[in-house]
């Protein structure tokens, strides 16, 4: 059974930083694609970064390019994503999710396993 267990979300001010993880259970990962896709009230869901397991290719956002980062610990099955600058408009409830065939990984529509969401607050 697949699992994906993020964590790190809260409350911070703006300008601050915070670090989600996902951790990811149940298979062997190393052929997937791994994404962080985010939520706000009455909005769709948006791609937020992705990388490719295997090459560690990573994709983002045009409007987190330069404030956050993905990454991942082989050793510990774990999605990471660093948020520095956090601006009023990234709060959001934050999903990991992953997919093994996932060729455009902005869509997420191809992504098989998602997470519960954690949520980020970031106030003014």
């Known amino acids: 059974q697949v699992r994906l267990v993020e964590s790190g979300g809260g409350l911070v001010q703006a300008g601050g930083s915070l670090r989600l993880s996902c951790v990811a259970s149940g298979r062997t990962f190393s052929s997937y694609t791994m994404g962080w896709f985010r939520q706000a009230p009455g909005k769709a869901r948006e791609f937020v970064a992705g990388?490719?397991?295997?090459?560690?290719?990573?994709y983002y956002v045009d409007s987190v390019k330069g404030r956050f980062t993905i990454s991942r610990d082989n050793a510990k099955n774990t999605v990471y994503l660093q948020m520095n600058s956090l601006k009023v408009e990234d709060t959001a409830v934050y999903y990991c999710t992953a997919g093994d065939r996932v060729d455009v990984v902005t869509n997420s529509r191809p992504y098989e396993y998602w997470g519960q969401g954690t949520q980020v607050t970031v106030s003014s």
């Open positions: 990388i490719r397991w295997s090459s560690g290719t990573t």
